[in-house]
């Protein structure tokens, strides 16, 4: 891991950009004497690691009191995108605009980035609990597609906290039986582009024994941000 900028924000949290390989991430840690539990957070469906929303969370939590990362996965952010990807999102543009269903063309775009994804985040979980800083236990945030086949498959991930707004593929679906520590699903009950029923079957699926369904009125983009907060509540009961 290299480490390729740094700036001490005014909140404190010391804001680090690295490269590790091909793969460009963000780490956000606050002032601690001790190490401290990890965050990985992940936007839906491949958008930027610098988005806003992300962004405004990740700092958010680092003042809490966790370390907190993000990456451009393959495919995603900035990242160089394959011909099928540049295709598949094409098609994808094509079928909303005509008002035609998208489901099968979410799978194949989907599906592959999170076959690409989440080995990328493994081989970046590693390099980040070799942090004199950072000491784990390590939760996960975001994007559900690629955290359920992360929480399946690493062992390390204590807690997760979903967002429903993004297509989850059936591979994933079928995965969520897999997925049995404790979690938190966020749903935005009049999202647009996510059917409720669909959420609330997925959310039926997760084998976990502790989940809790978070659901508030609007569209996709309107999470309140006290969810961010309740959140970071969720995460100090299963991390601290």
């Given at each position: 891991m290299h480490f390729t900028s740094e700036q001490r924000l005014d909140d404190g949290v010391l804001e680090r950009e690295f490269t590790l390989g091909e793969i460009p991430g963000t780490l956000w840690t606050p002032e601690s004497a001790v190490p401290v539990p990890l965050i990985l957070m992940a936007h839906n469906n491949g958008l930027p690691k610098g988005d806003p929303r992300l962004v405004a969370r990740a700092r958010h939590s680092a003042t809490s009191g966790?370390?907190?990362?993000t990456i451009d996965a393959a495919g995603c952010g900035d990242r160089p995108r394959s011909a099928a990807d540049e295709q598949?999102?094409?098609?994808?543009?094509?079928?909303?605009?005509?008002?035609?269903p998208a489901?099968?063309?979410?799978?194949?775009?989907?599906?592959?980035?999170?076959d690409r994804a989440v080995p990328e985040w493994r081989t970046t979980l590693d390099a980040l609990l070799g942090l004199p800083?950072?000491?784990?236990?390590?939760?996960?945030s975001?994007?559900?597609?690629?955290?359920?086949?992360?929480?399946?498959?690493?062992?390390r991930i204590?807690?997760?906290g979903f967002f429903a707004g993004g297509y989850v593929p059936r591979a994933q679906r079928e995965e969520a039986r897999q997925v049995t520590v404790p979690l938190l699903?966020?749903?935005q009950w009049d999202d647009e582009g996510n059917p409720r029923q669909r959420a609330l079957d997925l959310f039926d699926a997760f084998g976990t024994k502790e989940k809790t369904l978070h659901?508030?009125?609007?569209?996709?983009?309107?999470?309140?941000?006290?969810?961010?907060?309740?959140g970071n509540r969720f995460y100090d009961r299963h991390l601290m």
């Amino acid at each position: 891991m290299h480490f390729t900028s740094e700036q001490r924000l005014d909140d404190g949290v010391l804001e680090r950009e690295f490269t590790l390989g091909e793969i460009p991430g963000t780490l956000w840690t606050p002032e601690s004497a001790v190490p401290v539990p990890l965050i990985l957070m992940a936007h839906n469906n491949g958008l930027p690691k610098g988005d806003p929303r992300l962004v405004a969370r990740a700092r958010h939590s680092a003042t809490s009191g966790y370390a907190v990362a993000t990456i451009d996965a393959a495919g995603c952010g900035d990242r160089p995108r394959s011909a099928a990807d540049e295709q598949a999102r094409a098609d994808l543009r094509r079928a909303m605009q005509a008002g035609e269903p998208a489901d099968e063309i979410f799978e194949s775009l989907v599906g592959s980035l999170v076959d690409r994804a989440v080995p990328e985040w493994r081989t970046t979980l590693d390099a980040l609990l070799g942090l004199p800083e950072i000491g784990g236990p390590v939760g996960y945030s975001g994007w559900t597609a690629v955290g359920i086949r992360l929480a399946a498959v690493e062992p390390r991930i204590a807690a997760v906290g979903f967002f429903a707004g993004g297509y989850v593929p059936r591979a994933q679906r079928e995965e969520a039986r897999q997925v049995t520590v404790p979690l938190l699903f966020l749903l935005q009950w009049d999202d647009e582009g996510n059917p409720r029923q669909r959420a609330l079957d997925l959310f039926d699926a997760f084998g976990t024994k502790e989940k809790t369904l978070h659901a508030n009125l609007g569209g996709h983009t309107g999470t309140p941000w006290f969810e961010v907060e309740d959140g970071n509540r969720f995460y100090d009961r299963h991390l601290m």
